[in-house]
């Protein structure tokens, strides 16, 4: 049986490295060339060689181009190596000057405007990433929202569901981590149980704050299982990946918990804080999952 060979043309080529630039907004040529490389292993077409001439051909008809080392520090790109090969799409320069001027609505005391620019960042995004730096500009506006209180839930929903999708999908960070989670720290203490008109609110707060390992999400899971009635129903909220380091690190405070909240007969606060640690546990692959016939162990009868 002959073995199959796949080959590549220019314009599939083309189309991969237009989306992966898309995606990332901008990449250095080496780790460009070593993913291709290792996704298309013992594809002919590319080589170190074929794909370097492949570039050099996108380069010359204007699809990409190299970005100076003086735009590095724009684009939050932490690179001291000034001869360091960056690429990027040749009309995302473009879009970036239209991002810039978006960006400058979210310093507008009119909520209507702020909300727009959001909107218009997510319109675009399949085609424009924002940039560390851009990032850290987002933050700086809504801190200052949040300093003066005109943050409302809709606005502070699109907010999260933008950092969201940076931070935890697409691992794109803001450069300032501290204003970061001092921004989120202080929207948890807005939102400090789920807003109902808007489900997904609080979650991507601790969701993020999980992913930075702050202690907030400890504090807030603690007296989510005391005053909460409904603790089924945020289950999700805590027995995630982004949470379980936390719940695992502080397996006495919550082993304290357990067992306090099970002596004062509140039996469901107590199961919810048991089924949270054992989720954390499973995350982390140290515990095999409990789930039988789809339901969860449960330690009172």
């Known amino acids: 049986?002959?073995?199959?060979?796949?080959?590549?043309?220019?314009?599939?080529?083309?189309?991969?490295?237009?989306?992966?630039?898309?995606?990332?907004?901008?990449?250095r040529r080496k780790q460009l060339i070593e993913d291709l490389m290792k996704k298309h292993k013992n594809e002919l077409g590319y080589s170190l060689k074929s794909i370097n001439r492949k570039l050099d051909n996108l380069k010359k008809q204007g699809m990409i181009i190299r970005l100076e080392y003086s735009d590095f520090g724009k684009l939050g790109i932490e690179d001291t190596d000034k001869n360091a090969s960056y690429l990027t799409l040749k009309n995302i320069s473009k879009i970036t000057e239209h991002m810039d001027k978006i960006l400058e609505r979210l310093d507008s005391e009119e909520s209507i405007k702020q909300k727009m620019a959001l909107k218009e960042i997510a319109?675009?995004?399949?085609?424009?990433?924002?940039?560390?730096?851009?990032?850290?500009?987002?933050?700086?506006?809504?801190?200052?929202?949040?300093?003066?209180?005109?943050?409302?839930?809709?606005?502070?929903?699109?907010?999260?569901?933008?950092?969201?999708?940076?931070?935890?999908?697409?691992?794109?960070?803001?450069?300032?981590?501290?204003?970061?989670?001092?921004?989120?720290?202080?929207?948890?203490?807005?939102?400090?149980?789920?807003?109902s008109t808007h489900v997904n609110l609080r979650t991507h707060i601790i969701y993020l704050l999980g992913h930075y390992g702050h202690k907030a999400v400890i504090d807030r899971f603690m007296e989510d299982a005391r005053i909460l009635k409904d603790l089924s129903s945020i289950e999700n909220v805590y027995n995630t990946e982004y949470t379980a380091n936390l719940i695992e690190e502080h397996r006495e405070e919550l082993y304290?918990?357990?067992?306090?909240?099970?002596?004062?007969?509140?039996?469901?606060?107590?199961?919810?804080?048991?089924?949270?640690?054992?989720?954390?546990?499973?995350?982390?692959?140290?515990?095999?999952?409990?789930?039988?016939?789809?339901?969860?162990?449960?330690?009172?009868?």
């Open 1 to 27: 049986m002959k073995k199959r060979v796949l080959f590549v043309t220019q314009r599939d080529f083309e189309t991969e490295v237009k989306q992966y630039l898309t995606q990332k907004g901008y990449a």
């Open 123 to 195: 319109r675009y995004e399949q085609t424009y990433v924002l940039t560390p730096k851009q990032l850290d500009l987002v933050v700086s506006q809504f801190d200052k929202n949040i300093d003066v209180g005109t943050i409302d839930n809709e606005l502070a929903d699109k907010l999260l569901l933008l950092l969201d999708r940076y931070i935890l999908k697409k691992g794109i960070e803001p450069t300032n981590k501290t204003k970061t989670i001092d921004l989120l720290v202080k929207l948890l203490e807005k939102y400090p149980v789920p807003v």
């Open 256 to 301: 304290k918990l357990e067992e306090e909240l099970a002596i004062e007969g509140k039996e469901n606060a107590s199961q919810f804080v048991s089924n949270i640690r054992t989720d954390a546990l499973i995350n982390l692959g140290l515990h095999e999952n409990p789930y039988t016939k789809g339901e969860k162990e449960v330690d009172f009868k």
